[in-house]
């Protein structure tokens, strides 16, 4: 059964930190782009960073704050968050998909497996 679940939410205050975990079953992590998103109330799910092997990509909202990595032996990838603000509050999303080019993409319509999400709130 392909599953991926996700961890590591919860509440931080301005300008902290946090690493969100999201575990895979059911499938080999390493041979898909790996894409990060989030929602936020009454806004459009946003793409946050994307990773493939040829490839990362980070939103303007997400560079030089966050950063992904992976652990293949454990077939998990992290999302470390720093600089943390308000307007990062979400429900942060993990998934994955096959590039068919290689290159990864942002948009969650290229994604088919995805997790349950993670609530992020930023506040004082």
């Known amino acids: 059964q392909v599953q991926l679940v996700e961890s590591g939410g919860g509440l931080v205050q301005p300008g902290g930190s946090l690493r969100l975990s999201c575990a895979a079953s059911?499938?080999?992590?390493?041979?898909?782009?790996i894409g990060w998103f989030r929602q936020a109330p009454g806004k459009e799910r946003e793409g946050v960073l994307c990773?493939?092997?040829?490839?990362?990509y980070y939103a303007k909202s997400a560079k030089g704050r966050f950063s992904i990595s992976r652990d293949n032996a454990k077939n998990m990838v992290y999302l470390q968050m720093n600089s943390l603000a308000p307007e990062d509050t979400a429900v942060y999303y993990c998934?994955?998909?096959?590039?068919?080019?290689?290159?990864?993409?942002?948009?969650?319509?290229?994604?088919?497996?995805w997790g349950q999400g993670t609530q992020v709130t930023v506040s004082s």
């Open positions: 998934a994955a998909y096959l590039p068919p080019w290689g290159i990864c993409s942002t948009k969650s319509s290229d994604y088919y497996y």
């Open positions: 059911g499938f080999t992590l390493d041979d898909y782009a």
């Open positions: 990773e493939s092997k040829s490839s990362t």
